[in-house]
C-alpha cells in the first residue's frame, strides 16, 4: 500500500502515542489540517498510561469519547490507598469526596485509550503509520516551519513536510526537542520497575500501594479479569541470576508482600509477559520554540507512582488547543501555552516526586521522614482533601509551606477537621 504524504499542512505531529493522538485531536476540532507521523507501522504493546485520574476523565467526556473507553471494559476505581506489607492501611485517599461530577480514576489500556482518541478524530486528521521525522526544517528566521520524513511514502531522499505548528510528541529522547536546541533535565530514580499483567485475577477496585522492605509493589484492576502489578527492583537485581527464571525472585515477592499472596499462582503465569523500565524525571527547558510545541514526554515525565503520566499529556493538548487560536500569531500562542502549563506541570513534578519518595525509599531519612509524612496527612482530614484534589487534577491546590510543616508534625493544624468550603458555601456568601 502506497502513502500519500501532503506537502503542506497546518499542524504536523510527530508521534502516535496519547500524547501525539490527544493534541491532534484538539487540535483538528479547532478546524486545522492535521498530519499525524508515528515510524512505528504496528503500535507497541506497553506498560504505561494506565490510570486516568479524574481530569482525564473530564477531558474525555467532553471530547465525546469516555463512553467507548467505558466499553473496552475500563474499571472505575474511587480511591488510592497506601498499605503496610501485611495489607493494613496506612493512608487512604477518597476521591468520591472531591467536588464536581469526575470522583472517579479509570483504570484502562493503553492501546484502548489510543484506539478512541484515533476513533474520535475530527475529519481533518489524517494519521500516517511507518513514517519516521528526522528532523526539522526552518525558515529564514530560524522558526520550525515543519519535518523532514523518511519511510513509507517518503522516497529514496525522503520528504519535506511545511506546517505552521509543529508539535514534538516524540517520547523522552524526542528528536524535535532536540532539533530546536530546547535542553532537558533528565534524572534516573535509583530503582527500576517491573511490570507484570496477570490475568485471571478479581482485586479491589483502588489503587493499592504496599509500602515494604524492597519498596513499592503497585497492584490496580484492568479491564478483562486482569490486573497490573508493578514491583520496585534494583537495578542490578537480575544481574547475576538473569531473568531467564523468576520463579525464586516470585517466592521472595510473594513472602516479603503477604497480602498479595492469594494472586500467587497468577503471578506466576504472568512472569514470562514481564516489562523492565528504568524510571526517569524529565523536565524540558521549555514547552515550546518558535513554530514547535512540546507535549507529554517529550517535554515531561514523572514516576509512576503518581499516576500523572498521561493525564498531563491529555491537558498539554487540551491546554495548546485553547491557546491556539485565530486571534494570535502561533507564536503568541506558544508563549501562551507556556505560560498558563508551566507551573501547572511544576507542581505535577513536585507532587509526584514526593510520592514517590515516601514509598520507594529503603533506608535513611528519606525512609523515614516518609513514613512520618504519611502518618500525620492520614490523620489530618484536610490535608487528605487537598492531596485528592491535588492527584486528580481537578481541585488543584499546591501545598503550602506551612502544610509541609503539619505532614511533618512540627505544627499543629487547627483546621484539620473543618470541613471544606464549597462551591455552593462560596456563591451563598457572595
Keep these: 500500500m502506497t502513502t500519500t504524504i501532503p506537502d503542506s499542512v497546518d499542524v504536523v505531529v510527530s508521534g502516535a502515542g496519547a500524547a501525539g493522538l490527544a493534541a491532534a485531536r484538539a487540535l483538528g476540532a479547532t478546524g486545522r489540517t492535521v498530519l499525524v507521523l508515528d515510524r512505528q507501522r504496528t503500535p507497541t504493546p506497553v506498560a504505561k498510561g494506565e490510570i486516568l485520574q479524574p481530569e482525564s476523565v473530564r477531558i474525555l467526556d467532553e471530547w465525546g469519547v469516555l463512553e467507548a473507553l467505558r466499553a473496552t471494559g475500563a474499571r472505575p476505581v474511587e480511591r488510592l490507598a497506601i498499605r503496610d506489607p501485611h495489607g493494613e492501611p496506612l493512608l487512604s485517599i477518597d476521591y468520591g469526596q472531591l467536588p464536581g461530577p469526575y470522583r472517579q480514576v479509570l483504570c484502562a489500556e493503553y492501546a484502548d485509550l489510543r484506539n478512541v482518541l484515533a476513533g474520535g478524530m475530527p475529519g481533518t486528521v489524517e494519521i500516517l503509520r511507518g513514517v519516521r521525522v528526522t528532523g526539522a526544517l526552518r525558515d529564514g528566521a530560524g522558526r520550525v ?112 508482600v503477604p497480602a498479595i499472596a492469594p494472586l500467587g499462582s497468577a503471578v506466576r503465569a504472568s512472569l514470562r509477559r514481564r516489562q523492565l523500565f528504568a524510571v ?88 523515614l521522614l516518609g513514613a512520618r509524612m504519611m502518618r500525620r496527612t492520614a490523620a489530618n482530614p484536610r490535608l487528605l482533601r487537598q492531596t485528592a484534589g491535588n492527584l486528580s487534577g481537578t481541585d488543584v491546590r499546591p501545598l503550602t509551606l506551612v502544610d509541609r510543616l503539619y505532614q511533618l508534625g512540627l505544627l499543629v493544624d487547627r483546621h484539620a477537621n473543618t470541613p471544606p468550603v464549597t462551591a455552593t458555601d462560596r456563591s451563598e456568601a457572595r
Design 280 to 367: 526517569y524525571r524529565l523536565r524540558a527547558d521549555r514547552l515550546s520554540a518558535p513554530g514547535l510545541a512540546l507535549v507529554g514526554e517529550s517535554a515531561h515525565a514523572v514516576h509512576p507512582m503518581a499516576a500523572q503520566g498521561v493525564n498531563s499529556s491529555l491537558r498539554d493538548a487540551e491546554t495548546l488547543a485553547g491557546a491556539v487560536t485565530s486571534e494570535s500569531t502561533v507564536d503568541n500562542s506558544l508563549e501562551a501555552y507556556e505560560a498558563d502549563r508551566r507551573p501547572r506541570l511544576d507542581h505535577i513534578a513536585t507532587v509526584s516526586h514526593n510520592a514517590a519518595r515516601m514509598i520507594t525509599a529503603l533506608s535513611g531519612a528519606p525512609k
Design 145 to 256: 516551519s515543519g519535518v523532514h520524513t523518511v519511510g513509507d511514502g517518503a522516497g529514496a531522499g525522503g520528504t519535506e513536510i511545511r506546517a505552521g505548528l509543529v508539535v514534538a510528541a516524540d517520547g523522552m529522547s524526542s528528536p524535535l526537542r532536540k532539533a530546536a536546541g530546547v535542553g532537558v533535565d533528565r534524572q534516573e530514580y535509583p530503582h527500576r520497575l517491573l511490570a507484570l499483567d496477570v490475568e485471571g485475577v478479581d482485586v479491589a477496585a483502588e489503587l493499592a500501594a504496599y509500602r515494604t522492605a524492597r519498596g513499592l509493589c503497585l497492584v490496580y484492576p484492568l479491564p478483562g479479569n486482569r490486573c497490573r502489578l508493578y514491583v520496585q527492583v534494583r537495578p542490578d537485581e537480575f544481574r547475576a541470576s538473569g531473568m531467564a527464571d523468576l520463579n525464586p525472585w516470585c517466592d521472595a515477592l510473594l513472602a516479603d
